[in-house]
């Protein structure tokens, strides 16, 4: 059984940092999957970063060069995943979910890629 549970959001002011983390409880995988996506009101949810098992990457545009994904699995229970983001912006604003075990590390533009998922945390930058 495979839960994720995310904690960091909060309220910022443009210009300011936010650390997000999730904990993947139960996966383990080696060459594990995950990635942060974002949904605002009225907008759908989109990917922001992905990260894979063997040090694979990915991020938006949007958020190049201000946000960094990382990951950690040496823990045999559980991966830990975190969005350092910093230079926030309003247009972050959003609430933020973590999710895991997409097939295949690239695999991971669509939230339907993604069989598991945590509850949000929200990011309110003013």
């Known amino acids: 059984h495979v839960q994720l549970v995310e904690s960091g959001g909060g309220s910022v002011q443009a210009g300011g940092s936010l650390r997000l983390s999730c904990v993947a409880y139960g996966y383990t995988a080696r060459n594990f999957c995950m990635a942060w996506f974002r949904q605002a009101p009225r907008k759908e949810r989109e990917v922001v970063a992905a990260?894979?098992?063997?040090?694979?990457?990915?991020?938006?545009d949007s958020i190049k060069g201000r946000f960094t994904i990382s990951a950690d699995n040496a823990d045999n229970a559980e991966t830990t995943m975190y969005l350092q983001m910093n230079s926030l912006k309003p247009e972050d604003s959003a609430m933020y979910y973590c999710?895991?075990?997409?097939?295949?590390?690239?695999?991971?533009?669509?939230?339907?890629?993604?069989?598991?998922w945590g509850q949000g945390t929200q990011v309110t930058v003013s």
């Open positions: 990260i894979g098992g063997l040090g694979q990457k990915m991020y938006v």
């Open positions: 999710a895991a075990g997409c097939p295949v590390p690239g695999t991971w533009t669509f939230a339907s890629d993604f069989p598991y």
